[in-house]
């Protein structure tokens, strides 16, 4: 679906490049995790991603990002967000109505969906993020959670191919992102490309088939969740954390066959250890 190669991104009238050399390549139903520390060029990739870079905002660019084979320079903003779906790590930014039904109608309407779909679009959509009670809200009325749902729930509406989110949870609780995870994860099973970046690593350890760990604009590791938090001297040296339990049973000095990432494989090694495991 995308295949970047040799990417260089500077802002204007930077000296230091946002993104640098990164190759990259995601495939079709992929869930792809992008972390790392702040400033190290993750929107700045999403933005590479959805087009907005370099159709709004410009700089200089080197190398390319390939959509189904054509350079993003050459598509307009339009045909890519015909099949990407953006969430912005600052839902503000992007609701551009003033209630929440109208901002999933607007979308629709872009897509120039028949009128008779369009309620049912907005309801499934209003409901899958769990959100069906707002539906004649004013949008600043909402809490930052429910915008954050919201600015979902309007990139899910036009059923997106691909669905590019920075930090879509920030302003949810524990138990509101892990819905959010749980609902990608099911918009993904039905071959939805998910491209998520994230700090919560003991969610993205659980959910995505890949990550990505970027470090000063530059792609440091890549590889399955597992193979990511085995490098926990680099990726401490990138400002990540690792998922809790993984750093506990490190400390415990604890023996395991493969690298316990989520807390029932913690608790197995735990018990194994112990030696009341099974
Ligand atoms: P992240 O999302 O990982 O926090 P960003 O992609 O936002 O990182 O930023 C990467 C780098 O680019 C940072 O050094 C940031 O200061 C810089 N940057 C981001 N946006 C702009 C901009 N509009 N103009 C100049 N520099 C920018
Ligand atoms: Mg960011």
Aim: charged share 25%; proline share 4%.
């Amino acid at each position: 679906m995308y295949k970047l190669n040799n990417l260089t991104f500077y802002y204007k009238n930077t000296e230091v490049p946002a993104l640098k050399n990164i190759n990259l390549e995601i495939a079709h139903g992929e869930f792809l995790g992008i972390i790392g520390h702040s400033g190290s060029g993750k929107s700045t990739l999403a933005k590479c991603l959805n087009g907005i870079i370099p159709h709004y905002q410009h700089g200089r660019m080197r190398g390319q990002v390939l959509f189904n084979g054509n350079p993003t320079e050459t598509l307009s903003i339009a045909d890519i967000s015909r099949s990407v779906g953006s969430v912005f790590d600052d839902p503000e930014s992007h609701l551009i109505t003033m209630e929440v039904e109208q901002e999933l109608i607007f979308g629709l309407e872009n897509m120039a969906v028949d009128p008779k779909e369009m309620q049912i679009k907005v309801e499934n959509a209003l409901e899958a993020v769990g959100i069906a009670h707002l539906r004649n809200r004013s949008i600043n009325t909402l809490s930052g959670g429910q915008k954050q749902r919201l600015a979902i729930a309007a990139a899910l509406a036009v059923e997106p191919k691909i669905l590019v989110l920075d930090e879509p949870t920030s302003e949810l609780d524990p138990i509101g992102s892990k819905e959010i995870y749980n609902l990608l994860a099911k918009f993904n099973k039905k071959g939805i490309t998910v491209v998520l970046i994230d700090q919560k690593v003991e969610l993205l350890a659980r959910y995505a088939s890949r990550i990505i760990v970027l470090n000063q604009g530059e792609i440091i590791l890549e590889g399955s969740p597992r193979e990511i938090f085995s490098a926990d001297e680099k990726l401490n040296k990138a400002g990540v954390d690792i998922p809790q339990v993984t750093k506990l049973i490190k400390m415990l000095g604890f023996r395991y066959g493969k690298l316990p990432i989520s807390v029932d494989e913690g608790a197995a090694c735990i018990l194994e250890n112990m030696g009341i495991g099974k």
